[in-house]
């Protein structure tokens, strides 16, 4: 939650009823209510100047009851690519990153859950930055109002698909990922089709199982890389904590439960986990659940670590669909401005 400024409410973390409540205490009508939930949630608007359809003196009287904070956007790269990368600033000066990936049919918007990341997987530059909070529900829904004005304005497009693929652990900031995906999927809000959105996450058990409870209509991803847990505890810590065992039995529930698909993220680095006998481990560790496979591109980071040759991807590939397995290769989009996959990162944060 946000800190509360002179005691006062952000009027986007009040409740419907505390908002009729208080309109009817200066003796306004109930429908107000309405009114100002359709421009937070609809038209996301980041301030009572905005409510046209309210009267001055009860935007006045709201400015001066509730505070109203927003994320901004303090910069922007563009790639050759046509990718853009964006830097919000939110209200207490910290800072995370969203990208824009056009292709001809759609425009594709990564956004983050987090300051930082605890994972601190050894590929990935956010890692580098630790973890620093958590973002707030209408932090994530800012990010997405924002970068869908830009879609509108650079690619004369709304945003189609949205992936919790940017800086942090979407499952270890449950709550707020849940209630902004909520809100962005609601046809009180922002309108979008669940199945239009992927969550990714690096696999933690009990987070997945909770997704399995609560129904979750969108897509999950998993950040595997490596199908050999000792090796995937050496570049991916959380191994140790989220062991294969519980990460496999929380998948096989999560397919139980709501059907689902999961789509497996695979990096491919040179030397580590690209020979034919880590596709093996691969398509073994995928038996139990139906899957799909996306093969993603090493970017690179202050890592050292090397991509993968053509010739070592080539027989990965063909070893999969060998197996019948569907297999997607995933080339990196905005790489020369540092908003590919893995290389999101702000530093002196602290
Ligand atoms: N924490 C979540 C969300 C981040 S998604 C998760 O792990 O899924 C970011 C994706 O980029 C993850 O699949 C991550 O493993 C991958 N990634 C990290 N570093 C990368 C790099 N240098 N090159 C390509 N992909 C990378």
């Known amino acids: 939650m946000h800190p509360i400024i002179q005691n006062m409410k952000d009027i986007?973390?009040?409740?419907?009823?505390?908002?009729?409540?208080?309109?009817?205490?200066?003796?306004?009508?109930?429908?107000r209510?309405?009114?100002?939930?359709?421009?937070?949630?609809?038209?996301?608007?980041?301030?009572?100047?905005?409510?046209?359809?309210?009267?001055?003196?009860?935007?006045?009287?709201?400015?001066?009851?509730?505070?109203?904070?927003?994320?901004e956007i303090s910069d922007h790269r563009?790639?050759?690519?046509?990718?853009?990368?964006?830097?919000?600033?939110?209200?207490?000066?910290?800072?995370?990153?969203g990208v824009l990936i056009p292709t001809e049919t759609r425009v594709t918007a990564c956004i983050s859950s987090q300051?930082?990341?605890?994972?601190?997987?050894?590929?990935?530059?956010?890692?580098?930055?630790?973890?620093?909070?958590?973002?707030?529900?209408?932090?994530?829904?800012?990010?997405?109002?924002?970068l869908d004005k830009e879609a509108q304005t650079n690619y004369n497009q709304h945003i189609t698909n949205i992936v919790y693929m940017g800086m942090g652990e979407p499952l270890l900031n449950y709550d707020a990922v849940m209630r902004s995906i909520a809100l962005i999927t609601s046809p009180n809000g922002q309108g979008l089709s669940p199945s239009r959105i992927t969550l990714s996450t690096v696999g933690i058990a009990p987070g997945i199982r909770k997704l399995a409870d609560d129904g979750f209509k969108p897509e999950v991803a998993l950040s595997l890389h490596c199908a050999d847990e000792l090796k995937r505890r050496q570049r991916m810590p959380v191994t140790e904590t989220q062991n294969f065992e519980k990460l496999r039995e929380a998948l096989v529930y999560l397919h139980e439960k709501t059907g689902k698909r999961i789509t497996i993220e695979y990096l491919m680095l040179k030397n580590w986990n690209d020979s034919v006998e880590d596709a093996r481990k691969l398509f073994r560790f995928c038996q139990p659940f139906p899957v799909k496979i996306n093969l993603i591109?090493?970017?690179?980071?202050?890592?050292?670590?090397?991509?993968?040759?053509?010739?070592?991807?080539?027989?990965?590939?063909?070893?999969?669909?060998?197996?019948?397995?569907?297999v997607n290769i995933r080339h990196s989009r905005g790489k020369d401005i540092d908003a590919a996959c893995g290389q999101l990162v702000k530093k002196g944060q602290n």
């Open 12 to 31: 986007r973390h009040i409740s419907q009823e505390e908002l009729v409540s208080f309109l009817l205490s200066i003796g306004e009508k109930k429908f």
């Open 33 to 71: 209510a309405s009114q100002i939930a359709e421009w937070l949630w609809k038209k996301g608007a980041a301030s009572f100047e905005e409510m046209s359809n309210l009267s001055q003196s009860l935007r006045s009287r709201l400015q001066e009851s509730f505070t109203f904070t927003h994320a």
């Open 78 to 97: 563009q790639s050759t690519d046509g990718t853009r990368k964006y830097i919000f600033r939110l209200h207490d000066g910290k800072q995370v990153e």
């Open 115 to 146: 300051v930082g990341c605890a994972l601190r997987c050894s590929f990935c530059a956010t890692g580098t930055m630790g973890f620093i909070r958590n973002l707030d529900f209408t932090e994530i829904f800012d990010q997405f109002i924002l």
């Open 297 to 326: 591109e090493y970017n690179s980071t202050e890592s050292g670590y090397e991509k993968s040759p053509e010739e070592n991807v080539r027989k990965f590939v063909e070893f999969l669909e060998s197996k019948n397995m569907v």
